[in-house]
Structure formats: C-alpha cells, structure tokens
C-alpha cells in the first residue's frame, strides 16, 4: 500500500489576484514574479483559483485550517504582523507547542504552530 503525500492545495477565490499578493506577502515575501502561476512554499504548492462559483467569503472558515509549521514561533508572529496579518485568535500555549490562528482576506483560516 501507498502512502499518499500531499503536495499542493488549491484555494478559490472571486478575486485570485488580490488573494494571491496577500499570500506572498504574508508567506514568502521573497518571492518574485508575474502575478502569476503557483506559490511554492517549501515543497508545497499553493495555487490561488479564480471561481465564479463561489461566495466572496468564506461562509464556514472553520471548516478547513492550512497549518504552516514553524521552527521560530516569534519569528514568523513578527513576519505576519509586518505583512499586516491580525489574529482570528489568540496566539495559544497548548501541551503541544504554540499555536496561532489568522485569516485571509477570502476568510480562510491558517495556522502557524511550533511544536513541542
């Protein structure tokens, strides 16, 4: 049997340009380009879909959460809040490690968490 690896995930949007500059501005400033094509974060692969289908926001954020595991919990906080990112939640010690929740303009939620 295989294991299956998860490797990209697509997210739509009304407005795939707009959504598409926040996340390489929050995710991975150091990023170039056309406007265009996927975000490649580290071996995962973010495409931002223009949808006609859908609703401008999400109407259940909480239905899906994309966690981006971090090795420097502050680093990345200070990375967020320069890109102007702002807590959904309050950032959380858990037994697990810290956790905290923000969201996107098309109102997904993600996570940045350093485990323990």
């Known amino acids: 049997m295989t294991t299956l690896k998860p490797g990209s995930i697509v997210l739509g949007s009304t407005q795939p340009e707009k959504l598409r500059e926040w996340y390489l501005k929050v ?3 150091e990023q170039t380009g056309n406007g265009e094509g996927p975000i490649r974060l580290d071996g995962f692969i973010l495409v931002i879909e223009g949808r ?3 609703e ?10 994309v966690n981006f595991h971090v090795d420097d919990f502050d680093a990345a906080e200070a990375q967020l809040k320069a ?8 950032v959380a010690d858990r037994p697990g490690g810290r956790f905290g929740t923000f969201a996107d303009p098309d109102g997904n939620l993600l996570q940045i968490i350093q485990l323990k």
């Open 56 to 65: 401008a926001r999400n109407p259940q954020p909480g239905r899906i959460l």
């Open 83 to 90: 890109a102007g990112a702002g807590w959904s939640l309050p």
């Open 27 to 29: 995710l991975a400033p």
């Open 52 to 54: 006609e289908d859908i």
